[in-house]
């Protein structure tokens, strides 16, 4: 991008103070940061989604758990790693995510040892539900996405949706495994290995998270001085002047009824990476069958997600000068996001996939069931990039992980609930088919909201 980037990178407060610089590469050191946002994205929601459907039968079955006990951690962790991103979101904005990161990759590795060693419910929910919670919130999607949305403006769609590869990863690469280590060495061992590969793979890349480019002499996306100055960055320069603080976006109506959109959007997937392999083995197919549905989905939610983002970008480039140029106007238009009919469209795809799984598995049409997690992997693909470049377009990115951490406890009604809820019906009522056609209609309600949205005042 005509930019130079470090290799050994000093304290912010070191160069701020005119005692060290950092030493120039040709890479953008941005890029860098997306490669770290994969691999911990891949630990911190493998461990935390993809780990629990695999484990959910051979740990309620020895310890005599109701599928419903099963589901409190993870229903517990919602408002866990709510409070969690609430309290570190400013923090992020004025220290960057390094140090929230190693913190967390510690946590999570020692929660997941001391799983192996459950016994009672109760260990179980504070271990699951509160430490482990703790530490992937401390290097999970908040503290990763806020950094690189300080760090890209112009890129923003492709460099979160390219670090958001790894969260589908952790479908493909890490339901399998905890299956085969689970089947091959026990739930309890498979606990510990988790812990361990946490700690191993988790640990190097927390370590190269930095703050924001402009702390080292850079520009967002890349761009020299020479660039900046030719006005190439005029975007960047909006975003960066025209951010909302914590306390404005909270007084706006489009703060709310993003949380409101976007927690029917996501209910979805909080629930199908539980639920999947229990609903699918209960109708009858075995738990590889079960497990590959999983990467079924994941697939294309993985090579999706470069694909929307470089629609999401394409678009935010094509909007009107007066939306995109802090220099032409101070007062910002109520316009529409040029993104947010490929959101509308994402949770559309998401509820009409869910509505063809329910129904394929009632008729008992496993290539049905294939095509719908399929098309649902679609759908999912443009979750994570969709919502991070829609709350970054609406508030800026200045102050955007207190934004986005205010966000969380009113999220945690809808993602903490809903896995429980689905649990606590199929209980009740032995199957999980209508609960699921519930979310499945929440999504396409979403898709809708989604579209009838309007930034708030800005300037």
């Known amino acids: 991008m005509g930019s130079e980037s470090v290799v050994v ?58 599928y419903a006990e099963f589901t409190i951690p993870r229903s517990l962790g919602g408002f866990v790693m709510a409070l969690t991103g609430f309290f570190i979101g400013t923090w992020v904005d004025r220290l960057g995510g390094r140090r929230f990161m190693i913190g967390g990759v510690l946590t999570s590795a020692a929660a997941l040892w001391l799983l192996g060693a459950t016994t009672t419910l109760l260990e179980w929910i504070l271990l699951n539900g509160v430490l482990l919670t703790v ?9 990763v996405n806020v950094t690189l949305a300080k760090w890209f403006v112009e890129l923003r769609g492709r460099a979160v949706a390219i670090a958001a590869m790894g969260v589908s990863f952790g479908g493909i690469g890490g339901t399998p495994v905890f299956i085969w280590l689970i089947d091959a060495w026990g739930w309890r061992s498979a606990w510990e290995a988790l812990g361990a590969a946490t700690l191993v793979l988790g640990l190097p890349f927390a370590l190269i998270m930095r703050r924001a480019p402009e702390d080292y002499g850079l520009h967002p996306d890349g761009h020299s001085a020479d660039e900046v100055a030719a006005g190439r960055a005029a975007l960047a320069e909006a ?26 959007f996501i209910i979805n997937i909080s629930v199908m990476l539980l639920q999947t392999v229990p609903y699918i083995t209960e109708a009858g197919y075995g738990r590889t069958t079960a497990a590959m549905m999983i990467v079924i989905t994941s697939v294309p939610a993985m090579l999706a997600k470069p694909i929307w983002g470089h629609f999401i970008d394409r678009l935010a480039a094509r909007a009107p000068i007066a939306q995109r140029q802090h220099a032409a106007s101070r007062a910002s238009t109520r316009r529409r996001s ?3 009919p490929l959101a509308a469209l994402g ?55 207190a934004v986005r951490s ?37 999504n396409l309600a979403a898709a809708a909201l989604i579209l009838a949205i309007r930034p708030p005042r800005r300037g």
């Open 239 to 264: 975003d960066y002047a025209d951010s909302l603080t914590r306390r404005q976006a909270l007084r706006s109506s489009a703060f709310h009824l993003l949380v409101l959109a976007f927690g029917l």
């Open 338 to 340: 040029s993104v947010q």
């Open 135 to 143: 530490g992937a919130a401390m290097f999970g999607n908040l503290v």
């Open 9 to 66: 990178l000093p304290s912010t407060q070191a160069i701020r103070s005119g005692l060290a610089r950092p030493r120039a590469t040709p890479i953008y050191f941005g890029y860098w940061l997306i490669a770290g946002a994969f691999a911990t994205q891949f630990v911190s929601v493998g461990i935390t989604n993809y780990a629990a459907g695999p484990f959910l039968t051979p740990m309620t079955q020895e310890l005599g758990w109701t």
């Open 406 to 442: 205010a966000a969380l406890p009113f999220s945690l009604i809808f993602g903490a609930g809903a896995p429980l809820l689905v649990s606590l019906y199929r209980d009740a009522v032995g199957s999980y088919d209508g609960a699921l056609l519930v979310v499945a209609i929440a």
């Open 347 to 401: 949770a559309a795809l998401a509820g009409a996939a869910l509505l063809a799984i329910v129904a394929s598995v009632v008729a008992g049409s496993l290539p049905g069931i294939y095509a719908g997690f399929f098309l649902l992997g679609v759908g999912w693909g443009g979750m994570i990039p969709l919502q991070e470049v829609i709350w970054a377009s609406f508030f800026g990115r200045r102050h955007l992980g």
